[in-house]
Nanobody, 124 residues
Framework: QVQLVESGGGLVQAGGSLRLSCAAS????????MGWFRQAPGKEREFVAT????????YYADSVKGRFTISRDNAKNTVYLQMNSLKPEDTAVYYC?????????????????WGQGTQVTVSS
């Protein structure tokens, strides 16, 4: 069974930075694309960023492009989300997810395993 555990969330002022981590169990982490999504109160879960199995390609939501960076360390079974220049509208619970085999997309239906989420709150 795959387990994903996020960490690194917290309270930060606008303009600040946070680095989220997602540690995955299992020996096949390096075979799958990984993604980050977020969900604000009263809103649907939305795509933030995704990275292919080898880190060769990354894709971002327009709202975070140029501010957030997704990366991965397959030796540590961990994917990261570096978030800079944070804005109050970035406030949400952030989830990491493992993609279905051969997928790395913006569509949450292409992800089969999810973490429990970590809260990010950006104050103005």
């Amino acid at each position: 069974q795959v387990q994903l555990v996020e960490s690194g969330g917290g309270l930060v002022q606008a303009g600040g930075s946070l680095r989220l981590s997602c540690a995955a169990s299992g020996r096949t982490f390096s075979s799958y694309g990984m993604g980050w999504f977020r969900q604000a109160p009263g809103k649907e879960r939305e795509f933030v960023a995704t990275i292919t199995w080898n880190g060769g390609d990354t894709y971002y939501a327009d709202s975070v492009k140029g501010r957030f960076t997704i990366s991965r360390d397959n030796a540590k079974n961990t994917v990261y989300l570096q978030m800079n220049s944070l804005k109050p509208e970035d406030t949400a619970v952030y989830y990491c997810a493992r993609a279905l085999p051969g997928r790395s997309s913006r569509n949450r239906l292409d992800y089969s395993y999810w973490g429990q989420g970590t809260q990010v709150t950006v104050s103005s």
